[in-house]
């Protein structure tokens, strides 16, 4: 298996503009997560699925984020519009359940907001 | 007080030292406990996970102290390979078995 697939690995854009981050989880994993990590707050969890269901999303930020996963395959989390405190590396991530000991982390967007 | 906590660092350290790391966590009803490691630019990896009656993989052994709330991470004969950050990881019962993890403490090793 490839893992979690994240695209883009890296994104520049400017204030205002609208940001789309992808990810694939690993085939058969349940639960999906969107994370968020700056040197501030560290490491965040913004939202997370269960069999393409929102169980969570009280960790994003405000109405300008926005997650779907219309399969089991597929998920994004989009900002509308962005700001330069968005700046942060998202991870995404996948498991078999939500506990930790199989959590497996996509290798991130790098989001540069200008 | 924060969910988890644990000291930032940086614990430098020479090649072949020990070094332990701590954390604290808020919920005494937290069921599960996770060491994970994140290499710089890197996404966080599973280390090991924190059993109660303590456990050891190779030369890192991890302790759960219940009573106190607290979870440690020893590093034994320490290698530059070891340098990374390591994220202490609490699952957290009332928010839907939510894992929650710490900002890290970072780890250098040097020769």
């Known amino acids: 298996d490839a893992g979690v697939i994240q695209s883009p690995r890296h994104e520049v854009t400017e204030m205002g503009q609208e940001v789309t981050l992808r990810c694939k989880p690993i085939?058969?994993?349940?639960?999906l997560f969107w994370y968020r990590q700056t040197m501030m707050r560290g490491l965040e969890l913004l939202i997370y699925f269960n069999n393409n269901v929102p169980i969570d999303d009280s960790g994003m930020p405000e109405d300008r984020f926005s997650a779907k996963m219309p399969n089991a395959s597929f998920s994004t989390l989009k900002i509308q519009p962005s700001e330069p405190r968005d700046s942060a590396v998202y991870f995404c991530a996948s498991s078999l359940d939500t506990r930790g000991e199989k959590l497996f982390f996509g290798s991130g967007t790098q989001l540069s907001v200008l | 007080r924060k969910e988890v906590e644990q000291d930032p660092g940086p614990f430098n350290v020479p090649e072949g030292a020990t070094v332990a790391f701590n954390c604290t966590y808020s919920n005494s009803a937290s069921q599960s406990f996770f060491w994970y490691r994140q290499d710089c630019r890197k996404e966080p990896k599973l280390l090991m996970s924190v059993y109660s009656s303590g456990n050891e993989d190779g030369r890192f052994t991890a302790q759960l102290n219940r009573a106190s709330q607290y979870i440690s991470l020893l590093i034994r004969d320490s290698k530059l390979s070891d340098s990374a950050t390591y994220l202490c990881v609490v699952n957290y019962l009332e928010y839907g078995n939510k894992l929650v993890f710490g900002a890290g403490t970072i780890l250098r090793v040097k020769s």
């Open positions: 085939s058969g994993h349940d639960y």
